[in-house]
């Protein structure tokens, strides 16, 4: 069983930047597919990026492209997602989830953390 906890949230300005973490332990962060989501009330669940195993190639979403980048740290078992340029439309509750397959689709997902707030204020 894989247990992720997400931290880094926080309030920022416009054109700030966070760097959330996802934590892992139970399995190694390179043999499975980790992605981050985020969900902003009333909305569904929106795939933001995600890194495959084992090489580790990045794929986003296309709100994102250019201002987030995904990355791993094999040896302390984590994911980052470095949030550049932020827009007060970033603002959501952000989850990361490991899965066995490249989707982009949160079912595909099977473990989840509890979710941090990023909060971007114009």
């Known amino acids: 069983q894989v247990q992720l906890v997400e931290s880094g949230g926080g309030s920022v300005q416009a054109g700030g930047s966070l760097r959330l973490s996802c934590a892992a332990s139970?399995?190694?962060?390179?043999?499975?597919?980790i992605a981050w989501f985020r969900q902003a009330p009333g909305k569904e669940r929106e795939f933001i990026a995600r890194?495959?195993?084992?090489?580790?190639?990045?794929y986003y979403a296309d709100s994102v492209k250019g201002r987030f980048t995904i990355s791993r740290d094999n040896a302390k078992n984590t994911v980052y997602l470095q949030m550049n340029s932020l827009k007060p439309e970033d603002t959501a509750v952000y989850y990361c989830?490991?899965?066995?397959?490249?989707?982009?689709?949160?079912?595909?997902?099977?473990?989840w953390g509890q979710g941090t707030q990023v909060t971007v204020s114009s």
């Open positions: 139970g399995r190694p962060v390179s043999s499975l597919v």
């Open positions: 989830g490991a899965g066995e397959t490249a989707a982009t689709v949160s079912d595909d997902y099977l473990n």
């Open positions: 890194i495959g195993r084992p090489a580790g190639w990045t």
